[in-house]
C-alpha cells in the first residue's frame, strides 16, 4: 500500500504558511500509514510531535519511507516528483563508498591498501600510512582548509588530480585512524581519485558505469556541466526515486532483482562503523550520537553494530536506512536550504520507528 500525497497547485503553498502545510502534511501522511510488521498503531504521539516540532523544507521537497520491496509513504508536490533531479550534495559520499567496495571486490584495489600505492606523492609528504578506508571514514587525519560549513564556497579546480595534489600538501592534524574529522572534500575526494587511477577513467564516467546503470539509476550524475571539477563528496544530482534503489539494494544485503550487485560481505563491510562517536573529533551536527563508517554517519547498538546509517545532504536532504528494522527513510529537497535539518529528520525516525514492535537498542 502506498500512501501518496500530491498538491495539485502551487497556488495551495503561496495562500498557506510553508510551515503550517508541512505540519499538517506530514501528520495527514502519517495518520494514513500502513500496519508495519504487526504493531499496534498510535499517531496520537505523531500528532503532537509534528505539531511541534516541524520545520520549514522549502516549498518543494520529496518525503517516502520505504522498505526493500516496497514504498509505505510518500509526499510529494505536482512539481517536485520523485523524478525530479536535484543536487544531493553530501549524500553523494555514500555513493562513492560504494564505488570503491564495488572495484575492491572486482580485485582492482584492496580497501586497506596504502593511498600512496597509487598516489605516491603521499608517501613524498609524510602521510604514507593512510589508507583508502580511512579516506572513505573521514580518518586521514589530514586537516581541511576549513572547518565544514554549509555555505562555505568549494575552491575552483580544473580536474579532481589537480584537487588532489593540493590535498597531499596539507597538514595532518592526527595520527590516521585515531580521529574522524569529517570534511565535505578531503576523504572522499582522494579516493575518488585512486578510483581513477586505477580504472584509467575519469570519476563521472567510471561511476555511472559501475554504480549507476546497475543499480538503474538513469537520472543521477557526477558530471560537472560547468567543466569544473569532478566532486566525488559532493557532487551528484539524482532524484528520490534513483536514490531509493541506492538504499534498497543496501537492505536487500547487495542484491538488485534479487541478483547480487555486491557481495553480502562487502555491504557488511561498507556499513561497518569506524569511528565510533568518541573518535569523532568533529561533526557537522550538534551532539554526540553519531559514529561514522564509511561515507555514511551510523548509530550503532552496544556491540557496536551498526543499526542504522545515514548519509545527510546537509541542506536539507537527508538519506537513511534502518538495518534493524528493514526500511529507507529518504528527503530530498528541491531548494538548497540554510541549514541542516538533523533534529527534524531524528524526531521524524523516532516516529517512525514506534510502528515496529522491534528492539533494536
Not at 516549498?59 to 509505505?72: C, G, H, R
Not at 563508498?97 to 584495489?109: Q, R, S, T, V, W
Not at 584492496?110 to 609528504?125: C, E, H, N
Not at 536514490?243 to 563491510?269: C, D, H, I
Amino acid at each position: 500500500m502506498i500512501i501518496r500525497i500530491r498538491t495539485e497547485s502551487l497556488s495551495f503553498f503561496r495562500n498557506s504558511s510553508c510551515t503550517n502545510v508541512i505540519q499538517g502534511l506530514i501528520f495527514l501522511l502519517l495518520l494514513q500509514a500502513p500496519t508495519l510488521a504487526k504493531a499496534q498503531q498510535d499517531w496520537t504521539a505523531v500528532k503532537a510531535k509534528t505539531s511541534a516540532n516541524a520545520k520549514e523544507l522549502e516549498e518543494e521537497f520529496v518525503f517516502l519511507v520505504a522498505t526493500a520491496d516496497s514504498t509505505l509513504l510518500l509526499m510529494e508536490t505536482k512539481t517536485f516528483t520523485t523524478k525530479a533531479q536535484a543536487p544531493i550534495f553530501l549524500s553523494s559520499q555514500w555513493l562513492t563508498a560504494a564505488l570503491l567496495f564495488k572495484l575492491a571486490e572486482e580485485g582492482k584495489l584492496s580497501i586497506d591498501d596504502p593511498v600512496q600505492k597509487y598516489l605516491p606523492a603521499f608517501g613524498k609528504y609524510f602521510k604514507g600510512y593512510i589508507t583508502i578506508r580511512h579516506c572513505l571514514s573521514q580518518m586521514t587525519g589530514i586537516e581541511p582548509n576549513q572547518k565544514f560549513q554549509l555555505q562555505g564556497p568549494r575552491k575552483k579546480f580544473t580536474s579532481l588530480e589537480e584537487e588532489v595534489n593540493e590535498l597531499v600538501t596539507l597538514t595532518i592534524r592526527a595520527k590516521p585512524g585515531t580521529e574522524c574529522w569529517f570534511s565535505q572534500s578531503v576523504g572522499l575526494n582522494i579516493a575518488g581519485r585512486i578510483a581513477e587511477v586505477v580504472t584509467k577513467k575519469k570519476f563521472d564516467i567510471l561511476i555511472k558505469s559501475k554504480l549507476l546503470t546497475p543499480l538503474g539509476m538513469r537520472r543521477t550524475s557526477f558530471s560537472d556541466l560547468a567543466g569544473g571539477a569532478l566532486n566525488p563528496s559532493a557532487g551528484a544530482q539524482s532524484t528520490a526515486d534513483d536514490y531509493l534503489k541506492f538504499l534498497r539494494m543496501l537492505l536487500n544485503n547487495g542484491k538488485v532483482n534479487q541478483v547480487p550487485f555486491l557481495s553480502e560481505a562487502s555491504v557488511n563491510n561498507l556499513l561497518q562503523l569506524q569511528a565510533p562517536p568518541a573518535k569523532v573529533a568533529y561533526s557537522p551536527f550538534s551532539g554526540e550520537r553519531f559514529g561514522y563508517a564509511h561515507g555514511a554517519w551510523t548509530l550503532a547498538d552496544r556491540d557496536g553494530r551498526s543499526t542504522a546509517l545515514c548519509a545527510p545532504g546537509m541542506y536539507g536532504g537527508w538519506s537513511m536506512i534502518d538495518r534493524c528494522r528493514g526500511y529507507a527513510y529518504l528527503v530530498v529537497t528541491k531548494n538548497k536550504l540554510k541549514e541542516d535539518k538533523a533534529d527534524l529528520h531524528m524526531e521524524m525516525k523516532s516516529l517512525i520507528d514506534r510502528q515496529w514492535s522491534v528492539n533494536c537498542q
